[in-house]
Protein backbone atom coordinates (compact mmCIF):
# COMPACT_ATOMS: atom_id res chain seq x y z
CA UNK A 1 0.00 0.00 0.00
CA UNK A 2 1.24 3.55 -0.91
CA UNK A 3 1.72 5.76 1.65
CA UNK A 4 0.08 9.56 1.55
CA UNK A 5 2.49 12.05 -0.54
CA UNK A 6 3.61 14.24 2.19
CA UNK A 7 2.90 18.41 1.95
CA UNK A 8 5.60 19.92 0.27
CA UNK A 9 7.09 22.98 1.31
CA UNK A 10 5.90 25.42 -1.16
CA UNK A 11 2.29 24.70 0.14
CA UNK A 12 2.99 25.89 3.50
CA UNK A 13 4.93 28.77 2.62
CA UNK A 14 3.24 29.88 -0.54
CA UNK A 15 0.23 31.01 1.08
CA UNK A 16 -3.13 32.64 -1.13
CA UNK A 17 -4.21 35.05 -1.62
CA UNK A 18 -0.68 36.93 -1.84
CA UNK A 19 -0.24 39.60 0.26
CA UNK A 20 1.72 41.42 -2.21
CA UNK A 21 -1.09 40.96 -4.76
CA UNK A 22 -3.78 40.97 -2.73
CA UNK A 23 -7.29 39.99 -4.12
CA UNK A 24 -9.72 42.69 -5.06
CA UNK A 25 -12.25 40.65 -7.54
CA UNK A 26 -12.22 36.92 -6.37
CA UNK A 27 -13.26 36.00 -3.01
CA UNK A 28 -10.60 35.51 -0.23
CA UNK A 29 -11.99 32.37 0.79
CA UNK A 30 -12.97 30.28 -2.43
CA UNK A 31 -13.10 26.61 -3.38
CA UNK A 32 -10.81 26.88 -7.25
CA UNK A 33 -11.69 23.12 -7.50
CA UNK A 34 -15.23 23.23 -7.46
CA UNK A 35 -16.38 24.96 -11.23
CA UNK A 36 -19.97 26.01 -9.12
CA UNK A 37 -17.65 28.74 -7.00
CA UNK A 38 -16.14 30.06 -9.48
CA UNK A 39 -18.63 30.25 -12.23
CA UNK A 40 -20.41 33.04 -10.66
CA UNK A 41 -17.02 35.15 -11.57
CA UNK A 42 -16.58 34.27 -14.97
CA UNK A 43 -20.52 34.82 -15.94
CA UNK A 44 -20.01 38.78 -14.24
CA UNK A 45 -16.86 39.09 -16.50
CA UNK A 46 -19.14 38.13 -19.52
CA UNK A 47 -21.94 40.48 -18.82
CA UNK A 48 -20.32 43.52 -17.10
CA UNK A 49 -21.17 46.45 -19.06
CA UNK A 50 -17.80 48.80 -20.03
CA UNK A 51 -19.53 51.93 -20.90
CA UNK A 52 -15.80 53.94 -21.07
CA UNK A 53 -11.98 53.33 -21.59
CA UNK A 54 -11.77 53.16 -17.56
CA UNK A 55 -14.45 50.37 -17.26
CA UNK A 56 -12.48 48.45 -19.66
CA UNK A 57 -8.98 48.59 -17.72
CA UNK A 58 -10.93 47.86 -14.47
CA UNK A 59 -12.49 44.61 -16.15
CA UNK A 60 -9.20 43.51 -17.73
CA UNK A 61 -7.41 43.69 -14.20
CA UNK A 62 -10.77 41.54 -12.97
CA UNK A 63 -10.10 39.19 -15.43
CA UNK A 64 -6.51 39.00 -14.97
CA UNK A 65 -6.94 38.02 -11.12
CA UNK A 66 -9.32 35.23 -11.61
CA UNK A 67 -7.07 34.10 -14.32
CA UNK A 68 -4.05 34.02 -12.08
CA UNK A 69 -5.62 32.44 -9.16
CA UNK A 70 -6.98 29.55 -11.38
CA UNK A 71 -3.81 29.20 -13.26
CA UNK A 72 -2.08 28.89 -9.80
CA UNK A 73 -5.02 26.18 -8.48
CA UNK A 74 -4.15 24.11 -11.81
CA UNK A 75 -0.01 24.19 -11.53
CA UNK A 76 -0.57 23.31 -7.87
CA UNK A 77 -2.27 19.73 -8.86
CA UNK A 78 -0.03 19.54 -11.64
CA UNK A 79 3.53 19.91 -9.37
CA UNK A 80 1.33 17.73 -6.83
CA UNK A 81 0.88 14.81 -9.48
CA UNK A 82 4.30 14.87 -11.26
CA UNK A 83 6.07 14.85 -7.51
CA UNK A 84 3.81 11.65 -6.60
CA UNK A 85 2.73 9.73 -9.59
CA UNK A 86 1.31 6.83 -7.73
CA UNK A 87 -0.87 8.84 -4.66
CA UNK A 88 -4.42 8.09 -6.57
CA UNK A 89 -5.90 10.96 -4.16
CA UNK A 90 -3.24 13.42 -6.07
CA UNK A 91 -4.24 11.92 -9.21
CA UNK A 92 -7.86 12.44 -8.64
CA UNK A 93 -7.30 16.13 -8.07
CA UNK A 94 -5.06 16.69 -11.15
CA UNK A 95 -8.19 14.94 -13.14
CA UNK A 96 -10.71 16.44 -11.88
CA UNK A 97 -9.24 19.44 -12.61
CA UNK A 98 -8.62 18.49 -16.11
CA UNK A 99 -11.72 17.00 -16.60
CA UNK A 100 -13.86 19.20 -14.84
CA UNK A 101 -12.42 23.46 -15.04
CA UNK A 102 -10.03 23.18 -17.86
CA UNK A 103 -13.72 22.39 -20.44
CA UNK A 104 -15.77 24.63 -18.63
CA UNK A 105 -12.66 27.89 -18.96
CA UNK A 106 -12.51 27.14 -22.63
CA UNK A 107 -15.46 28.66 -24.53
CA UNK A 108 -15.52 31.20 -21.54
CA UNK A 109 -11.99 32.32 -22.59
CA UNK A 110 -13.01 32.87 -26.18
CA UNK A 111 -16.08 34.89 -25.45
CA UNK A 112 -13.86 37.46 -23.36
CA UNK A 113 -11.25 37.11 -25.72
CA UNK A 114 -13.90 38.30 -28.44
CA UNK A 115 -15.32 40.62 -26.28
CA UNK A 116 -11.88 42.15 -25.76
CA UNK A 117 -11.61 43.24 -29.26
CA UNK A 118 -14.80 43.54 -30.20
CA UNK A 119 -14.52 46.90 -27.52
CA UNK A 120 -13.91 50.38 -29.16
CA UNK A 121 -11.67 51.24 -26.93
CA UNK A 122 -9.37 48.38 -27.03
CA UNK A 123 -6.98 49.96 -30.07
CA UNK A 124 -5.82 52.72 -27.26
CA UNK A 125 -4.72 50.65 -24.51
CA UNK A 126 -1.17 50.96 -23.66
CA UNK A 127 1.72 49.48 -26.03
CA UNK A 128 2.65 47.06 -23.48
CA UNK A 129 -0.68 45.06 -24.37
CA UNK A 130 0.05 44.77 -27.92
CA UNK A 131 2.02 41.41 -27.86
CA UNK A 132 -1.27 40.24 -26.12
CA UNK A 133 -4.13 41.39 -28.48
CA UNK A 134 -1.68 40.07 -31.08
CA UNK A 135 -1.99 36.48 -28.63
CA UNK A 136 -5.67 36.78 -27.93
CA UNK A 137 -6.97 37.52 -32.15
CA UNK A 138 -4.71 34.04 -32.82
CA UNK A 139 -6.65 32.60 -29.97
CA UNK A 140 -10.06 33.98 -32.02
CA UNK A 141 -9.03 32.35 -35.05
CA UNK A 142 -8.27 28.93 -33.74
CA UNK A 143 -10.77 28.31 -31.25
CA UNK A 144 -13.01 25.85 -31.39
CA UNK A 145 -15.34 24.64 -29.22
CA UNK A 146 -15.23 21.09 -30.61
CA UNK A 147 -11.31 20.67 -29.56
CA UNK A 148 -12.51 21.31 -26.16
CA UNK A 149 -12.94 17.22 -25.24
CA UNK A 150 -10.04 16.45 -27.46
CA UNK A 151 -7.53 18.43 -25.92
CA UNK A 152 -9.19 17.22 -22.43
CA UNK A 153 -8.56 13.40 -24.21
CA UNK A 154 -4.77 14.88 -24.78
CA UNK A 155 -3.51 15.93 -21.10
CA UNK A 156 -4.78 12.93 -19.64
CA UNK A 157 -2.97 10.89 -22.25
CA UNK A 158 0.01 13.12 -20.87
CA UNK A 159 -0.67 12.22 -17.82
CA UNK A 160 -0.63 8.24 -18.90
CA UNK A 161 3.06 8.78 -19.89
CA UNK A 162 4.34 10.81 -16.69
CA UNK A 163 2.47 7.30 -14.54
CA UNK A 164 3.91 5.45 -17.40
CA UNK A 165 7.76 6.88 -16.87
CA UNK A 166 7.58 7.85 -13.55
CA UNK A 167 6.75 3.90 -12.84
CA UNK A 168 10.17 2.45 -14.71
CA UNK A 169 12.62 0.74 -12.02
CA UNK A 170 15.37 -1.63 -12.07
CA UNK A 171 16.46 -3.98 -10.04
CA UNK A 172 19.94 -3.14 -8.79
CA UNK A 173 22.11 -4.93 -6.50
CA UNK A 174 19.33 -5.82 -4.24
CA UNK A 175 17.79 -2.44 -4.49
CA UNK A 176 15.14 -0.69 -6.61
CA UNK A 177 16.20 1.76 -8.53
CA UNK A 178 14.58 4.49 -11.03
CA UNK A 179 16.16 4.38 -14.42
CA UNK A 180 17.88 8.58 -13.17
CA UNK A 181 19.05 6.87 -9.81
CA UNK A 182 21.13 4.58 -12.20
CA UNK A 183 22.28 6.97 -14.33
CA UNK A 184 25.67 7.37 -12.61
CA UNK A 185 26.90 4.34 -12.74
CA UNK A 186 26.72 4.85 -16.64
CA UNK A 187 29.93 7.50 -15.74
CA UNK A 188 32.02 5.22 -13.88
CA UNK A 189 35.59 3.80 -15.07
CA UNK A 190 34.65 0.26 -15.10
CA UNK A 191 33.25 -0.38 -19.17
CA UNK A 192 31.53 -3.48 -17.45
CA UNK A 193 29.52 -2.14 -15.01
CA UNK A 194 28.66 0.65 -17.04
CA UNK A 195 27.13 -1.63 -19.65
CA UNK A 196 25.26 -3.92 -17.59
CA UNK A 197 23.79 -0.76 -16.00
CA UNK A 198 23.06 0.81 -19.75
CA UNK A 199 21.26 -2.59 -20.66
CA UNK A 200 19.16 -2.45 -17.97
CA UNK A 201 18.22 0.98 -18.46
CA UNK A 202 17.31 0.38 -22.16
CA UNK A 203 15.80 -3.08 -21.41
CA UNK A 204 13.07 -1.52 -18.34
CA UNK A 205 12.49 1.13 -21.18
CA UNK A 206 11.98 -1.32 -24.24
CA UNK A 207 9.67 -3.17 -21.44
CA UNK A 208 7.08 0.32 -22.74
CA UNK A 209 7.72 0.47 -25.97
CA UNK A 210 4.52 -0.98 -26.97
CA UNK A 211 2.37 1.04 -24.61
CA UNK A 212 3.94 4.31 -25.62
CA UNK A 213 4.05 3.54 -29.11
CA UNK A 214 0.34 3.40 -28.74
CA UNK A 215 -0.06 6.19 -26.67
CA UNK A 216 1.24 8.62 -29.77
CA UNK A 217 -0.67 6.81 -31.92
CA UNK A 218 -3.71 7.80 -30.09
CA UNK A 219 -2.20 11.48 -29.50
CA UNK A 220 -1.66 11.78 -33.23
CA UNK A 221 -4.92 11.62 -34.20
CA UNK A 222 -6.25 13.47 -31.85
CA UNK A 223 -3.60 16.41 -32.88
CA UNK A 224 -4.10 16.07 -36.63
CA UNK A 225 -7.71 16.53 -35.46
CA UNK A 226 -7.52 19.25 -33.57
CA UNK A 227 -5.76 21.41 -36.43
CA UNK A 228 -8.62 19.65 -39.53
CA UNK A 229 -11.31 21.30 -37.23
CA UNK A 230 -9.71 24.85 -37.80
CA UNK A 231 -8.93 23.89 -41.09
CA UNK A 232 -5.43 23.86 -40.64
CA UNK A 233 -2.61 21.28 -40.64
CA UNK A 234 -1.03 20.26 -37.57
CA UNK A 235 2.47 21.84 -38.46
CA UNK A 236 0.42 25.04 -39.28
CA UNK A 237 -1.89 25.42 -36.38
CA UNK A 238 1.26 24.68 -33.82
CA UNK A 239 3.29 27.49 -35.27
CA UNK A 240 0.22 30.04 -35.36
CA UNK A 241 -0.59 29.08 -31.24
CA UNK A 242 3.14 29.12 -30.03
CA UNK A 243 2.96 32.61 -31.24
CA UNK A 244 6.53 31.76 -33.80
CA UNK A 245 8.03 34.74 -35.12
CA UNK A 246 10.07 32.27 -37.94
CA UNK A 247 8.40 29.90 -40.47
CA UNK A 248 9.48 25.68 -40.75
CA UNK A 249 11.84 26.52 -43.95
CA UNK A 250 14.05 28.71 -40.83
CA UNK A 251 13.70 25.16 -38.93
CA UNK A 252 15.08 23.45 -41.77
CA UNK A 253 17.85 26.15 -42.32
CA UNK A 254 18.65 25.35 -38.34
CA UNK A 255 19.14 21.69 -39.10
CA UNK A 256 21.34 22.00 -42.36
CA UNK A 257 23.60 24.52 -40.41
CA UNK A 258 24.18 22.31 -37.59
CA UNK A 259 24.54 19.25 -39.80
CA UNK A 260 27.18 21.12 -41.44
CA UNK A 261 28.71 23.31 -38.51
CA UNK A 262 28.24 21.32 -35.21
CA UNK A 263 27.90 17.14 -36.16
CA UNK A 264 31.46 17.21 -37.33
CA UNK A 265 32.91 18.65 -33.92
CA UNK A 266 30.60 16.75 -32.09
CA UNK A 267 32.13 13.62 -34.14
CA UNK A 268 35.17 14.77 -34.24
CA UNK A 269 35.06 15.14 -29.89
CA UNK A 270 33.81 11.36 -30.07
CA UNK A 271 36.87 9.93 -32.34
CA UNK A 272 38.99 11.39 -29.33
CA UNK A 273 37.09 10.46 -26.36
CA UNK A 274 37.60 6.86 -28.33
CA UNK A 275 41.15 7.02 -28.93
CA UNK A 276 42.01 8.34 -24.91
CA UNK A 277 39.75 5.26 -24.00
CA UNK A 278 41.73 2.86 -26.14
CA UNK A 279 38.36 1.46 -27.47
CA UNK A 280 37.68 0.13 -31.27
CA UNK A 281 34.93 1.42 -31.31
CA UNK A 282 32.76 3.29 -28.92
CA UNK A 283 29.09 1.82 -27.75
CA UNK A 284 26.21 3.27 -26.21
CA UNK A 285 27.78 2.82 -22.33
CA UNK A 286 30.98 4.72 -23.75
CA UNK A 287 29.73 8.05 -24.07
CA UNK A 288 29.55 9.76 -20.45
CA UNK A 289 32.68 7.95 -19.16
CA UNK A 290 35.68 10.24 -18.24
CA UNK A 291 38.54 9.46 -20.79
CA UNK A 292 41.23 9.19 -19.10
CA UNK A 293 39.50 6.95 -16.48
CA UNK A 294 38.75 9.07 -13.48
CA UNK A 295 35.90 8.30 -11.22
CA UNK A 296 32.53 10.50 -12.04
CA UNK A 297 32.56 14.27 -10.60
CA UNK A 298 30.73 14.08 -7.67
CA UNK A 299 29.69 17.63 -6.25
CA UNK A 300 27.06 16.64 -3.89
CA UNK A 301 25.80 14.50 -2.11
CA UNK A 302 22.52 15.74 -0.54
CA UNK A 303 20.20 18.34 -2.06
CA UNK A 304 20.82 20.37 0.90
CA UNK A 305 24.65 20.57 -0.26
CA UNK A 306 23.44 21.26 -3.80
CA UNK A 307 21.28 24.12 -3.31
CA UNK A 308 23.86 25.64 -0.92
CA UNK A 309 27.00 25.51 -3.23
CA UNK A 310 24.60 27.09 -6.10
CA UNK A 311 23.67 29.83 -3.96
CA UNK A 312 27.22 30.52 -3.23
CA UNK A 313 27.83 31.06 -7.12
CA UNK A 314 24.69 33.44 -7.58
CA UNK A 315 26.68 35.44 -4.41
CA UNK A 316 29.88 35.51 -6.68
CA UNK A 317 27.99 36.20 -9.70
CA UNK A 318 25.53 38.56 -8.75
CA UNK A 319 23.79 39.92 -5.38
CA UNK A 320 20.65 40.46 -6.99
CA UNK A 321 20.26 36.79 -8.08
CA UNK A 322 21.53 35.41 -5.01
CA UNK A 323 18.47 37.47 -3.35
CA UNK A 324 15.88 36.15 -6.11
CA UNK A 325 17.09 32.45 -5.27
CA UNK A 326 16.84 33.09 -1.59
CA UNK A 327 13.17 33.44 -2.33
CA UNK A 328 13.25 30.04 -3.78
CA UNK A 329 15.46 28.52 -0.87
CA UNK A 330 13.53 30.01 1.82
CA UNK A 331 10.29 29.49 0.73
CA UNK A 332 10.89 25.72 0.07
CA UNK A 333 9.73 26.55 -3.88
CA UNK A 334 11.96 23.12 -5.05
CA UNK A 335 11.76 19.63 -5.30
CA UNK A 336 14.94 18.31 -6.31
CA UNK A 337 15.72 14.77 -5.24
CA UNK A 338 14.96 11.74 -7.32
CA UNK A 339 12.60 9.24 -6.01
CA UNK A 340 10.63 6.22 -6.93
CA UNK A 341 7.42 7.65 -7.94
CA UNK A 342 8.06 10.75 -8.98
CA UNK A 343 7.57 11.68 -12.81
CA UNK A 344 11.20 11.99 -14.73
CA UNK A 345 12.33 14.97 -15.93
CA UNK A 346 13.17 18.61 -14.67
CA UNK A 347 10.95 21.87 -14.83
CA UNK A 348 9.86 25.27 -13.88
CA UNK A 349 6.64 25.95 -12.77
CA UNK A 350 4.59 29.66 -12.29
CA UNK A 351 2.43 29.89 -9.36
CA UNK A 352 0.62 32.57 -10.93
CA UNK A 353 -1.33 34.35 -8.31
CA UNK A 354 1.27 34.52 -5.70
CA UNK A 355 3.81 35.04 -8.78
CA UNK A 356 6.42 32.62 -7.31
CA UNK A 357 8.60 30.08 -9.50
CA UNK A 358 8.60 26.53 -8.22
CA UNK A 359 11.79 24.15 -9.28
CA UNK A 360 11.23 20.19 -10.03
CA UNK A 361 13.86 18.19 -10.96
CA UNK A 362 15.05 14.59 -10.10
CA UNK A 363 19.09 15.03 -8.77
CA UNK A 364 21.25 11.86 -7.95
CA UNK A 365 24.54 13.84 -7.25
CA UNK A 366 25.66 14.15 -10.71
CA UNK A 367 27.80 17.11 -12.31
CA UNK A 368 24.81 17.52 -14.53
CA UNK A 369 22.48 17.87 -11.44
CA UNK A 370 24.29 21.45 -10.37
CA UNK A 371 23.80 22.49 -14.37
CA UNK A 372 19.99 21.53 -13.84
CA UNK A 373 19.32 23.62 -10.91
CA UNK A 374 21.38 26.32 -12.68
CA UNK A 375 19.51 26.57 -15.47
CA UNK A 376 15.73 25.83 -13.85
CA UNK A 377 17.40 28.60 -11.53
CA UNK A 378 17.14 30.84 -14.71
CA UNK A 379 13.85 30.29 -15.08
CA UNK A 380 12.55 31.31 -11.75
CA UNK A 381 14.83 34.90 -12.55
CA UNK A 382 13.02 35.37 -15.68
CA UNK A 383 9.58 34.99 -13.74
CA UNK A 384 10.64 37.06 -10.87
CA UNK A 385 11.91 39.82 -12.76
CA UNK A 386 9.27 40.19 -14.54
CA UNK A 387 6.36 39.23 -11.76
CA UNK A 388 5.41 43.10 -11.16
CA UNK A 389 3.67 42.97 -14.64
CA UNK A 390 0.16 43.71 -14.18
CA UNK A 391 -0.99 41.39 -16.96
CA UNK A 392 -0.15 37.93 -16.89
CA UNK A 393 0.63 37.07 -20.71
CA UNK A 394 3.49 40.20 -20.05
CA UNK A 395 5.40 37.97 -16.96
CA UNK A 396 5.97 35.30 -19.46
CA UNK A 397 8.31 35.59 -22.84
CA UNK A 398 8.08 33.92 -25.96
CA UNK A 399 9.72 30.09 -24.85
CA UNK A 400 12.67 30.49 -27.10
CA UNK A 401 13.67 33.57 -24.87
CA UNK A 402 12.63 31.64 -21.90
CA UNK A 403 14.84 28.99 -22.36
CA UNK A 404 17.67 31.70 -23.42
CA UNK A 405 17.38 32.51 -19.00
CA UNK A 406 18.04 29.05 -18.42
CA UNK A 407 20.92 28.41 -20.59
CA UNK A 408 22.56 31.52 -20.32
CA UNK A 409 22.61 31.13 -16.85
CA UNK A 410 24.73 27.21 -17.34
CA UNK A 411 27.46 29.19 -18.85
CA UNK A 412 27.48 31.95 -16.30
CA UNK A 413 27.45 30.43 -13.41
CA UNK A 414 29.94 27.44 -14.53
CA UNK A 415 32.87 30.03 -14.18
CA UNK A 416 32.27 29.53 -9.88
CA UNK A 417 32.37 25.55 -10.18
CA UNK A 418 35.34 26.10 -7.67
CA UNK A 419 32.49 26.08 -5.13
CA UNK A 420 32.19 22.23 -5.97
CA UNK A 421 35.47 20.80 -7.35
CA UNK A 422 39.22 21.19 -6.90
CA UNK A 423 40.55 23.97 -10.00
CA UNK A 424 40.98 20.97 -12.14
CA UNK A 425 37.74 19.26 -11.26
CA UNK A 426 36.43 22.71 -12.57
CA UNK A 427 38.02 22.55 -15.80
CA UNK A 428 37.09 19.22 -16.33
CA UNK A 429 33.17 19.81 -15.62
CA UNK A 430 33.27 23.23 -18.21
CA UNK A 431 34.88 20.69 -20.65
CA UNK A 432 31.59 18.68 -20.20
CA UNK A 433 29.44 21.41 -20.52
CA UNK A 434 31.28 22.41 -23.47
CA UNK A 435 30.49 18.71 -24.78
CA UNK A 436 26.83 18.97 -24.05
CA UNK A 437 26.74 21.80 -26.39
CA UNK A 438 28.13 19.80 -29.41
CA UNK A 439 25.48 17.08 -28.41
CA UNK A 440 21.96 18.92 -27.89
CA UNK A 441 22.53 20.64 -31.19
CA UNK A 442 22.45 18.12 -32.99
CA UNK A 443 19.75 16.28 -30.99
CA UNK A 444 17.72 19.30 -31.10
CA UNK A 445 18.04 18.86 -34.90
CA UNK A 446 17.22 15.19 -34.93
CA UNK A 447 13.61 15.47 -32.87
CA UNK A 448 12.86 18.90 -34.53
CA UNK A 449 13.13 17.05 -37.95
CA UNK A 450 11.55 14.15 -36.92
CA UNK A 451 8.31 15.93 -35.77
CA UNK A 452 8.15 17.88 -39.15
CA UNK A 453 8.36 14.42 -40.92
CA UNK A 454 5.79 12.76 -38.56
CA UNK A 455 3.01 15.68 -38.71
CA UNK A 456 3.52 16.26 -42.53
CA UNK A 457 3.06 12.46 -43.53
CA UNK A 458 1.22 9.59 -42.86
CA UNK A 459 2.90 6.64 -41.98
CA UNK A 460 2.97 3.65 -40.36
CA UNK A 461 5.13 2.60 -36.65
CA UNK A 462 7.75 1.18 -38.93
CA UNK A 463 8.20 3.73 -41.21
CA UNK A 464 8.71 6.06 -38.19
CA UNK A 465 11.09 4.21 -36.65
CA UNK A 466 13.32 3.70 -40.40
CA UNK A 467 12.70 7.68 -40.50
CA UNK A 468 14.09 7.64 -37.09
CA UNK A 469 17.25 5.33 -37.66
CA UNK A 470 18.04 7.92 -40.66
CA UNK A 471 18.35 10.96 -38.66
CA UNK A 472 19.89 8.99 -36.29
CA UNK A 473 22.91 8.43 -38.96
CA UNK A 474 22.50 12.11 -40.03
CA UNK A 475 23.25 13.63 -36.50
CA UNK A 476 23.63 11.29 -34.56
CA UNK A 477 27.06 10.10 -32.55
CA UNK A 478 29.50 7.78 -34.40
CA UNK A 479 28.96 4.70 -31.95
CA UNK A 480 28.62 1.22 -32.76
CA UNK A 481 25.19 0.08 -32.25
CA UNK A 482 25.43 -3.85 -33.73
CA UNK A 483 23.40 -5.99 -31.58
CA UNK A 484 21.70 -2.96 -29.95
CA UNK A 485 19.18 -2.02 -33.00
CA UNK A 486 16.22 -2.36 -31.48
CA UNK A 487 16.96 -0.10 -28.15
CA UNK A 488 18.00 2.74 -30.97
CA UNK A 489 14.60 2.27 -32.96
CA UNK A 490 12.96 3.16 -29.79
CA UNK A 491 15.52 5.81 -28.62
CA UNK A 492 12.79 8.82 -28.74
CA UNK A 493 10.69 7.66 -26.01
CA UNK A 494 12.51 8.95 -23.36
CA UNK A 495 12.29 12.58 -25.05
CA UNK A 496 9.00 13.41 -23.23
CA UNK A 497 8.54 17.03 -25.47
CA UNK A 498 7.57 14.75 -28.02
CA UNK A 499 4.60 13.19 -26.44
CA UNK A 500 3.50 15.88 -24.34
CA UNK A 501 4.75 19.35 -26.16
CA UNK A 502 4.49 18.81 -30.01
CA UNK A 503 7.06 20.72 -31.69
CA UNK A 504 8.41 22.43 -28.33
CA UNK A 505 11.76 21.23 -28.54
CA UNK A 506 13.35 23.58 -31.77
CA UNK A 507 13.25 26.56 -28.85
CA UNK A 508 16.68 24.94 -26.78
CA UNK A 509 18.39 25.14 -30.52
CA UNK A 510 17.14 28.67 -30.51
CA UNK A 511 17.97 29.49 -27.11
CA UNK A 512 21.18 27.83 -27.46
CA UNK A 513 22.62 30.60 -29.69
CA UNK A 514 21.08 33.27 -27.41
CA UNK A 515 22.61 31.89 -24.22
CA UNK A 516 25.98 31.26 -26.13
CA UNK A 517 26.03 35.21 -27.38
CA UNK A 518 25.39 36.24 -23.82
CA UNK A 519 28.66 33.78 -22.94
CA UNK A 520 30.89 34.85 -25.82
CA UNK A 521 30.04 38.65 -24.62
CA UNK A 522 30.90 37.59 -20.76
CA UNK A 523 34.14 36.41 -21.88
CA UNK A 524 35.10 39.87 -23.16
CA UNK A 525 33.06 42.26 -20.31
CA UNK A 526 30.80 39.95 -17.72
CA UNK A 527 29.63 42.87 -16.13
CA UNK A 528 27.85 44.27 -19.46
CA UNK A 529 26.48 41.00 -20.05
CA UNK A 530 25.36 40.25 -16.81
CA UNK A 531 23.50 43.51 -16.84
CA UNK A 532 21.98 43.19 -20.42
CA UNK A 533 20.85 39.89 -19.52
CA UNK A 534 19.10 41.06 -16.59
CA UNK A 535 17.28 43.69 -18.54
CA UNK A 536 15.99 41.36 -21.43
CA UNK A 537 14.73 39.17 -18.52
CA UNK A 538 12.49 42.06 -17.08
CA UNK A 539 10.66 42.73 -20.56
CA UNK A 540 8.79 39.70 -19.54
CA UNK A 541 6.47 39.13 -22.85
CA UNK A 542 6.42 42.48 -24.00
CA UNK A 543 8.44 42.64 -26.66
CA UNK A 544 9.18 39.91 -29.52
CA UNK A 545 11.59 37.13 -30.23
CA UNK A 546 14.18 39.61 -32.24
CA UNK A 547 14.09 42.25 -29.72
CA UNK A 548 14.56 40.14 -26.91
CA UNK A 549 17.64 38.81 -28.18
CA UNK A 550 19.01 42.59 -29.34
CA UNK A 551 17.94 43.25 -25.28
CA UNK A 552 20.39 40.65 -24.21
CA UNK A 553 22.88 41.71 -26.54
CA UNK A 554 22.49 39.16 -29.17
CA UNK A 555 20.63 38.41 -32.64
CA UNK A 556 18.10 36.17 -33.45
CA UNK A 557 19.26 34.38 -36.40
CA UNK A 558 19.36 30.06 -37.54
CA UNK A 559 21.89 30.21 -39.80
CA UNK A 560 25.14 29.01 -40.25
CA UNK A 561 26.65 32.08 -40.38
CA UNK A 562 25.63 32.50 -36.61
CA UNK A 563 25.94 28.89 -35.10
CA UNK A 564 29.46 28.51 -36.88
CA UNK A 565 31.41 31.10 -35.12
CA UNK A 566 29.77 30.45 -31.77
CA UNK A 567 30.30 26.52 -31.88
CA UNK A 568 34.31 27.42 -32.97
CA UNK A 569 34.44 29.74 -29.36
CA UNK A 570 32.76 26.85 -27.52
CA UNK A 571 35.34 24.46 -29.15
CA UNK A 572 38.11 26.73 -27.71
CA UNK A 573 37.26 26.75 -24.68
CA UNK A 574 36.95 22.81 -24.42
CA UNK A 575 40.68 22.38 -26.36
CA UNK A 576 41.31 24.39 -23.37
CA UNK A 577 39.90 22.52 -20.93
CA UNK A 578 41.67 19.73 -21.38
Same mark, same amino acid.
Given at each position: ?152 ? !? ?50 ? !? ?319 ? =? ?13 ? =? ?15 ? =? ?19
Amino acid at each position: MIAPAPKLAWQQTAKRPSTLYPRRFVPQEIDLGDWDAQKPLWDELQKRPLPDAHALKQWIADWSEISDAVGEESARRYIEMTCYTQDKTIEAAYLHFVEKIDPELAPIGDALNRKLIAHPDTVHLPEDHAKWITAVKSGIELYREENIPLYTE !LTKLSNEYQKITGSQTVEWEGETKTLSQLSPILQEPDREKREKAWRAIAARR !LQDRDALDALYDQMLVLRKKVAANVGLEFVDYTFQNNLRDYTPKECFDFHAAVEKAVVPVYREALEGHRRALGLETLRPWDLNCDSHGRVPLKPFKTSEELVAGVDTIFAKLDPELRELFSVLRDGGLMDLENRVGKAPGGYQSSLTETRLPFIFMNSVGLNQDVFTLLHEAGHAFHYLLARDEALPFNRHAVMEFCEVASMSMERLGAKHLEIFYGREEARRAIRAEDEEVFRILPWVATIDAFQHWIYTHDHTPAQRTQFWLDLDARFGPNIDWSGLEEYRAHAWHRQLHIFEYPFYYIEYGIAQLGALQVWKRSLDNP =TEALSLYKLALSLGG =TRGLAELFAAAGGKFDM =TEATIRPLIEAVRAEWAAAV
